[in-house]
């Protein structure tokens, strides 16, 4: 308005800006005394209006103009003021609400983290430790809330854990214990290896046996204490099914050392190693063969005697015998070489169950053995009317042998051919030189064996059942293994029943 109020008298356009801020004003009035000096200042711009231009009506115009400016400042400045004194208030109220606030919360932030993350550390702490079968771990929350629920349902679980561990574990130690006393009062030496070969358990006899402590060993490699225990390794390593002989207390001791593989599921478990104490039995093992020993050398010396007279009595230079008489001789004359076969049979068997069997090891032509034993057995084989036929490898080499226990052996297999043979058969014998041994056969083409048997031909006293010559003692066979076996060679026989059989062995070359 003031500056429209200068431009008035050189501008006609300055009334309208004027009048246009005057209405504005007359709509705006605030102020105590604005009232009064905006209609004054209406008043004189009317007689301004009217061309009343004298500086007496500007003075007055103007003065009411900044009258009302005057009034508008002092307004605001009170307006200011105010605010000024209303935001100091605010700022006053709000530090302290500020600090109430901080006062509250400071202890709140300090224990709140507390309260939630303690239960969840202690909950923590409790799984791992149940986790580690830590099953007498209890978590103590004395607060009532969900974290106490929880703490509460925690440790029923583990007392429940802990009852089902407990009934569990004792039972198993229960069971685990009664085991160990049943195997450890055993007469038998036991010795458990796990599936890797390590040492899981060893009983009191094994372990003064072997001179071991099951402390000391178990749960060790048993290929490494084998290193330093030679009976260990020797029970570890055998495959043979003689005895094993213990010298304790100045006393041999005799052990059948079995070993049986343990499995479970059809898993391997491991193995067990039992030494069973024979000696008892190996002592009357020992006195009846003795027994047979005496027996068979006693009979021996009468029945030569025996034989003697007999081939005596049937010669007709001593005197004539009738018909009769010559049959009975005759029959005595074959028991008493029944007899003497027994009672040799016998002999070696001994000689062989005590170790005292004497081999005279020399280089000998296969051939000589083979004809001195068909000799031997001609008269049996003519009496049967069986002819014997021998086939072998020109130039044959010398075989390393004993010359009388491998014509034992070969008089042996042709008599059981004989034996077991029908009339007017034949049998076939085979020499054949080999790489590093000759290979003697006797085949017949007799009754042959029954598959079944054959495993057990050259066991001792092993007599087929039903057998025709119900004379024979079952030791034929079985000491001519040992006579062949100790001369380094081997026997095997291959038979189809009603077909016939053949016997092999094989000698080592010179
Ligand atoms: P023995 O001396 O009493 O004949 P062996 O040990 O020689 O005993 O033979 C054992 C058993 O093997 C005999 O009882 C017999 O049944 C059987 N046997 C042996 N040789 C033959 C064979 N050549 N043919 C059929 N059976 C045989």
Do not use: C
Not at 146 to 160: D, I, P, T, W, Y
Not at 284 to 303: G, R, V, Y
Not at 386 to 399: A, D, F
């Amino acid at each position: 308005m003031s500056n429209a109020l200068n431009d008035i008298k050189k501008d006609t356009g300055a009334i309208d800006i004027f009048e246009k801020n005057l209405v504005a004003q007359e709509h705006n009035i605030t102020e105590i005394g604005e009232g009064v000096a905006t209609a004054r200042l209406r008043n004189y711009f009317e007689q301004l209006k009217t061309g009343d231009h004298s500086d007496t009506l500007y003075y007055k115009v103007n003065k009411d103009i900044y009258r009302i400016y005057r009034l508008n400042q002092a307004a605001l400045e009170r307006k200011n003021a105010n605010a000024l004194s209303t935001a100091g208030n605010a700022r006053y109220w709000l530090t302290i609400l500020a600090t109430i606030i901080i006062l509250i919360s400071f202890p709140l932030l300090i224990n709140f983290p507390g309260y939630v993350a303690n239960p969840i550390r202690l909950l923590t702490e409790g799984i791992k430790d149940v986790a580690e079968k830590k099953y007498d771990k209890r978590i103590h929350l004395d607060s009532k809330d969900e974290f106490g629920e929880m703490a509460q349902a925690f440790n029923v679980m583990a007392a429940k854990l802990y009852e089902y561990e407990h009934s569990n574990i004792s039972k198993l130690m229960f069971e685990k214990k009664r085991v160990e006393t049943i195997i450890n009062q055993l007469e038998d030496a036991v010795i458990g290896i796990d599936s890797v070969g390590k040492i899981l358990f060893i009983n009191h006899k094994a372990e003064s046996l072997l001179n071991l402590r099951e402390e000391a060993v178990v749960g060790k490699p048993s290929a490494d204490v084998a290193l330093h225990n030679d009976l260990l390794r020797t029970v570890l390593m055998r495959k043979a099914k003689q005895p094993l002989t213990i010298i304790t207390e100045k006393k041999e001791h005799y052990f059948f050392v079995d070993s049986r593989a343990v499995y479970s599921d059809k898993k391997s478990m491991g193995e067990v190693f039992t030494l069973k104490d024979i000696t008892p039995f190996k002592e009357l093992d020992l006195s009846k063969t003795n027994m047979l020993a005496t027996i068979s050398h006693e009979l021996k010396t009468p029945i030569s005697a025996i034989k003697m007279s007999t081939q005596l009595i049937s010669d007709d230079r001593v005197g004539n015998l009738n018909i009769e008489q010559k049959e009975l001789v005759k029959n005595i004359q074959e028991d008493t070489e029944r007899l003497l076969r027994l009672t040799a049979e016998l002999l070696n068997m001994t000689q062989l169950e005590t170790g005292n069997i004497q081999l005279k090891i020399q280089a000998v032509d296969p051939q000589e053995i083979v004809t001195n034993s068909i000799q031997a057995i001609q008269v049996q084989a003519d009496q049967k009317n069986i002819h014997i036929e021998l086939h072998r490898t020109p130039n044959l080499p010398n075989v390393l042998a004993d010359p009388d226990k491998t014509s034992w052996v070969m008089i042996n297999l042709l008599t059981n051919a004989i034996k077991y043979s029908r009339e007017n058969s034949k049998i076939i014998i085979n020499i054949i030189s080999g790489h590093d041994q000759v290979q003697f056969s006797v085949q017949d083409l007799g009754i042959g064996i029954e598959q079944q048997y054959l495993s057990k031909i050259f066991d001792r006293y092993f007599k087929i059942p039903n057998s025709l010559h119900k004379s024979s003692t079952g030791l034929g066979l079985a000491i001519s293994k040992e006579f062949i076996e100790a001369q380094g060679g081997h026997i095997e026989v291959k038979s189809l029943f009603q077909q016939g059989s053949t016997f092999t062995f094989s000698l080592p070359l010179a």
